[in-house]
């Protein structure tokens, strides 16, 4: 009666092992330093009533750098400076965003998808380990969605000036 019990078990845990072997995927590994290129360009947003954003990015190497302005009623408000660098051991984008000499954000970046991108923000706010959201709804526009204690927060929508 034992040995059937055991036989059971083992051909119980082979079927388990087999069928979730069988239901495993194999993702193809996404080129994040391909898909990145996709910021590549002056984007222009709405803040609100009179105000506009425009952040261009500029290619170096296998990073990318940043300018960030803020603009009310055609005057600067806000720049911000950013560098992305290829994190190659972690296949990720580390951003950092420097305002006024001072460093503010450090995060990283990477793709889940040819068309969507993960922010992790903890690394600036271990307290606060929300992930915003980019995606590309085309070649012209992508949205930002930020996140705050796991719920959207808001979305902007950046669109490419030609």
């Known amino acids: ?6 036989t059971l078990i083992v ?13 495993q995927t194999t993702q193809p590994k996404l080129n994040q330093v391909e898909l990145m290129k996709q910021f590549i ?8 009533k009179d105000t506009t954003g425009l952040w261009k990015f500029k290619l170096i190497g296998t990073g990318i750098e940043s300018n960030w302005h803020t603009v009310f009623n055609g005057k600067t408000l806000r720049e911000r400076n950013g560098l992305w660098a290829y994190d190659k051991k972690n296949d990720k984008y580390v951003n950092v965003f420097r305002e006024k000499e001072k460093f503010i954000l450090v995060r990283y970046i990477w793709f889940i998808s040819n ?3 993960i922010v992790d923000n903890s690394y600036s706010d271990i307290a606060n380990p929300d992930t915003d959201s980019i995606e590309f709804k085309s070649p012209n526009v992508f ?20």
């Open 1 to 6: 009666m034992k040995t059937l019990y055991l």
């Open 41 to 48: 360009g002056s984007w222009k947003f709405d803040l609100g």
């Open 143 to 162: 949205t930002w969605t930020m996140i705050k204690n796991g719920k959207p927060l808001h979305t902007d929508t950046f669109t490419l000036i030609k």
């Open 115 to 117: 068309s969507k991108c």
């Open 11 to 23: 051909i119980a845990l082979l079927l388990l092992r087999t069928n979730t072997a069988q239901a």
